[in-house]
C-alpha cells in the first residue's frame, strides 16, 4: 500500500474541506439532517469523485489504496464538518470486501452498512446467529443499514453479505439526525464472504476512523467557542477576558489536542501493525470519546443562551459525540480494555 | 566542515580526553566536575552554537546535535550548554562585555554556584509587583528586600536577581536585572520547610548588599525583557522537572507502574479501580503523544499550540497518579517512614505534586497563559499596568 507524502496528504485534505466547506455547511448539515433518510446522493457522488469514498480501497479495485492513517485524517475532516454521510461504514466495508464489490464501493455506487455482531464485539446489541447456510436473528444499531444495498455482518469467524431485499430494515428515531441508525432483521438468505481473518482489522478501521471523527468535532466546535468568546461582550468585555471562560477554554484545548494525538498515534500504529496496536486503539477510542463530548458539552455552557437555541449549532455537536461516544463500545468498555492490554505488559 | 567531519572529529576529542563516568549534578551549586567541564569548553564543545571567538564555534543548530548525540553516546557531560546552561545564555546575551568575560568562560565550567532571586512574599504569579530595592550608590547599587523560592542559595556565587530601581514608573518599566554576589555581609539565606518536610529551597534575606555598576544585566529599568530571556532558558531547562517517588526503591516503575502496584494490593480485578487506572495512564500517555507530536510539527516548521499545554497536563497527571495510589494502599497511607515505602511514596507525591501545580506559574496562570497566547483570548484588564508602581496596592 503506497502511503502519500506530506504534500499529496495537505493537497487531499486541501480538497476535502473546501468541498466540505461548499457542499456541507451548517445549512446543508441541516437540510440533510431534516431529509427522510438523512443522505444526499449529490454531495456523496462529489466525495466519489474526489477520491474520498475509495479512500482504503486497494487501487487495482478503482480506490485510492490508501490506509489508517489518511483515514483518519479525512475523517477528522469529516468530523469537523458534521459530515452526514456513510463514510466510515464505507471504510470498515472495504475492510472485508473483495473484488467486484470493492470497486462498485469505491466508486460510490453501492453502499454497504456493517453489523458486528460477534460475541467478542462492544455491542452485545442483537441476537444474530448462523441459521443453516444463513442468517436469523436481529442487529440493532446499524449505522447507514436504511441507505445501505448491502449488509455486512461480522459473526466470530465470518462474514456475511446480505442484500438489503433479503433483510427488514427498521431505521430508528434518532437523537444525533446525522448519524442514522436501523435494526435489521435476517430472515435467512445470506452470502458467508469470509471467516473471521479480517474482522480484527475493520474493527481497528471502524475505531479510528470514528476517533479521527470525534477528534475533529471536538476541535472544531472549541474553536467555534473560542471564536465566540472573543466577539461577545458582557460588562464591557469580551467574556473570553474572564478566567471563568479562558480556564475552561484552556482546559477544552488539552482534551482535544490530546485527543488528536492520541487518534493520529492509534492510526499508525495500525498501519504499522505494531506491538501497541491493541493498546492504542482502545486508548484513542475512549480518550477521543470523552474529549468530544465534553467540548460539546462545554462549549454549549459557555456560549450561553445562545447555545440553547435549536438555531444555533453547538447541540449538533454534542448530538454527535453522544452518539460517537456510544456507537462502538461506550468510554467505559475501552478503559477496560486498555487496562487489559496494559496488564500483558507489565 | 562536513557532518561526517564533525562528528569524526568529536568523536576522536573524546576517545583522547574522555576517561570518566558522568556523576549527577544539581541544577544549582558548583559543579564537581568542573575540570572535566573546562576541557570541554576550551574545546569548543559545551556552546558550538556560539560565535568561534567566544567559546563556540559558530556552528547551526544541526551540526551542534552531531556535538551533543557524541558526548552523550559515551555518556560525557558538558556538551549543548548553548541550549541549557540557563545562566551562561542569559550572560552571553545581556552583560556588559567585561562582565562577560569574567564571568562566562567560569559559569560554562561551573566553577561558579548559582540560585535565582526572582519571586518574593509578595510577588508570586505576579512577579513584576517586587518590592526588592536597588538604589544607586558610587560605583553600583545597594540592595535590600526578600527573595523567596531560592534553590542553592547557601553553595551560590552570585544570585540572578531582579530588583526595583525606578518607583515612579508602572511595574514592569522600574526593574532591573543584576548579578548580585552572594558571599557577602547583608545576605543572609535560611532554609524553607517544605510540605514534604523537605528543604530544597531558601528564603533570601538582603540588607543593604552592594552590587557593583558592571553586574548589571542589560540596561537600567531594562529587567523586566532581560528576565524573559532567562525564564525562557529557564522553562527548557525544567522542562521535566517532575520528580518520581522519593524513595526510589518501592514497586514497579515506569508508565504503567500503577498496573504493578494494583496487583501487589491484590485490587487488580477490581472493575472501579481498573477504570481509575486506565484513565490516570492515559493521562500520562497522552501527555507524551502530545510532546512528540509537537515535536514532529515544530520539526516540519508548522507552530505547535502543543508545547505549552505540558505542564497544565503533567500537574493533573501527578495529582491523579497520587490519588490513585493512595486509593491502592488504603489505610496502610497513614502510616510512614522507611517501614512503610509503598505509604511514603504516596504521601511524598500528593504532597509533591504541587511543585508541578504551583511552581514556575500555577496551574492557574498557565490556562491564562495558554488562553491568552494560544487560543487568542484578551487579557484581564489590569489595574496595576499603567500607574506609578508607588501607587500600587499590595498587601
Not at chain 1, 458534521?82 to 460510490?108: F, V
Amino acid at each position: 500500500m503506497a502511503g502519500l507524502t506530506a504534500d499529496e496528504r495537505a493537497a487531499l485534505l486541501d480538497s476535502l474541506r473546501r468541498l466540505l466547506a461548499d457542499r456541507c455547511a451548517e445549512s446543508d448539515v441541516r437540510r440533510i439532517m431534516a431529509s427522510e433518510t438523512g443522505h444526499d446522493a449529490a454531495l456523496w457522488r462529489a466525495l466519489a469523485d474526489l477520491g474520498v469514498v475509495g479512500l482504503t480501497v486497494p487501487e487495482q479495485h478503482g480506490g485510492a489504496g490508501l490506509g489508517a492513517i489518511e483515514l483518519e485524517l479525512v475523517m477528522e475532516a469529516a468530523g469537523a464538518a458534521l459530515l452526514p454521510a456513510p463514510l466510515l461504514s464505507t471504510a470498515i466495508a472495504a475492510a472485508l470486501l473483495d473484488g467486484e464489490r470493492l470497486a462498485a464501493l469505491a466508486g460510490g455506487y453501492s453502499i454497504a452498512a456493517v453489523a458486528f455482531a460477534g460475541r467478542d464485539d462492544w455491542t452485545g446489541r442483537g441476537d444474530v446467529r448462523r441459521d443453516g447456510a444463513g442468517l436469523a436473528g436481529t442487529a440493532r444499531f446499524v449505522p447507514d443499514a436504511a441507505i445501505a444495498d448491502t449488509i455486512l455482518v461480522t459473526l466470530d469467524d465470518a462474514v456475511f453479505a446480505v442484500a438489503r431485499e433479503d433483510a427488514e430494515i427498521v431505521p430508528l428515531p434518532v437523537f444525533d439526525r446525522t448519524r442514522r441508525l436501523a435494526d435489521v432483521a435476517f430472515r435467512g438468505p445470506a452470502t458467508l464472504i469470509g471467516d473471521g481473518t479480517r474482522i480484527a482489522a475493520a474493527r481497528d478501521i471502524a475505531l479510528i476512523g470514528l476517533a479521527g471523527e470525534q477528534a475533529g468535532g471536538a476541535r472544531r466546535i472549541l474553536d467555534m467557542t473560542v471564536d465566540y468568546a472573543r466577539e461577545r461582550h458582557q460588562f464591557g468585555r469580551a467574556i473570553g477576558s474572564f478566567q471563568a471562560i479562558k480556564h475552561m477554554a484552556a482546559d477544552l484545548l488539552l482534551e482535544a489536542e490530546s485527543a488528536t494525538s492520541a487518534a493520529r498515534d492509534a492510526a499508525r500504529q495500525v498501519a504499522e501493525d505494531t506491538p501497541a496496536r491493541a493498546e492504542s486503539v482502545a486508548l484513542a477510542a475512549f480518550a477521543c470519546a470523552d474529549a468530544f463530548v465534553r467540548c460539546a458539552k462545554d462549549g454549549i455552557q459557555m456560549h450561553g443562551g445562545i447555545a440553547f437555541t435549536w438555531e444555533h449549532p453547538a447541540h449538533l455537536y454534542l448530538r454527535r459525540a453522544r452518539s460517537a461516544a456510544q456507537l462502538y463500545g461506550d468510554s467505559d468498555h475501552w478503559r477496560e480494555r486498555y487496562v487489559r492490554a496494559l496488564e500483558v505488559e507489565a | 566542515m562536513t557532518d561526517e567531519q564533525l562528528k569524526t572529529e568529536v568523536e576522536a576529542w573524546l576517545a583522547a580526553n574522555w576517561r570518566g563516568t558522568a556523576t549527577h549534578k544539581e541544577s544549582f551549586g558548583r559543579d564537581p566536575r568542573a575540570e572535566w567541564l573546562a576541557k570541554v569548553r576550551d574545546a569548543g564543545w559545551a556552546v558550538p552554537r556560539w560565535p568561534s571567538d567566544f567559546y563556540g564555534r559558530g556552528l547551526a543548530d544541526e551540526q551542534a546535535r552531531i556535538v551533543e548525540r557524541a558526548f552523550a553516546a559515551v555518556g560525557a557531560p558538558g556538551a549543548g550548554q548553548d541550549r541549557s546552561n540557563l545562566w551562561a545564555n542569559t550572560a552571553l546575551a545581556h552583560a556588559t562585555p567585561a562582565f562577560r568575560r569574567e564571568i562566562v568562560p567560569q559559569l560554562l565550567a561551573g566553577e561558579v554556584g548559582m540560585c535565582l532571586l526572582y519571586s518574593e512574599p509578595g510577588a508570586g504569579s505576579d512577579l513584576a509587583a517586587i518590592r526588592t530595592r536597588a538604589d544607586k550608590v558610587d560605583g553600583g547599587w545597594r540592595v535590600s528586600g526578600q527573595k523567596v523560592w531560592t534553590s542553592g542559595a547557601q553553595i551560590a556565587d552570585y544570585g540572578m536577581l531582579i530588583a526595583r530601581t525606578d518607583w515612579d514608573v508602572p511595574k514592569h518599566r522600574g526593574i532591573s536585572f543584576f548579578f548580585l554576589p552572594m558571599k557577602q555581609p547583608g545576605v543572609e539565606v535560611r532554609p524553607l520547610r517544605q510540605i514534604t518536610d523537605e528543604a530544597h529551597f531558601n528564603e533570601v534575606f538582603i540588607d543593604n548588599a552592594f552590587v557593583p555598576e558592571d553586574n548589571l544585566l542589560g540596561p537600567l529599568n531594562g529587567g523586566w525583557g532581560v528576565l524573559q530571556t532567562a525564564l525562557a532558558y529557564e522553562r527548557s531547562v525544567m522542562g521535566d522537572a517532575a520528580r518520581g517517588p522519593r524513595s526510589g526503591a518501592a514497586g514497579p516503575k515506569g508508565d504503567h507502574a500503577l498496573i504493578g502496584l494494583a496487583r501487589e494490593a491484590g485490587k487488580l480485578d477490581d472493575p472501579v479501580i481498573r477504570q481509575q487506572l486506565a484513565q490516570t495512564i492515559a493521562w500520562r500517555v497522552l501527555n507524551r503523544l502530545n510532546t512528540q507530536r509537537a515535536k514532529a510539527e515544530l520539526q516540519q516548521g508548522t507552530s505547535s499550540s502543543i508545547m505549552s499545554l505540558g505542564k497544565l497536563a503533567m500537574s493533573r497527571i501527578l495529582h491523579e497518579e497520587a490519588r490513585v495510589r493512595t486509593l491502592l494502599l488504603g489505610v496502610e497511607s497513614l502510616l510512614e517512614g522507611a517501614e512503610h515505602p509503598r505509604a511514603e511514596d504516596a504521601n511524598f507525591l500528593t504532597l509533591n505534586a504541587y511543585f508541578t501545580s504551583i511552581g514556575g506559574g500555577t496551574d492557574q496562570i498557565q490556562r491564562n497563559i495558554i488562553g491568552e497566547r494560544v487560543l487568542g483570548l484578551p487579557k484581564e484588564p489590569e489595574v496595576d499596568r499603567t500607574i506609578p508602581f508607588r501607587e500600587v496596592r499590595a498587601g
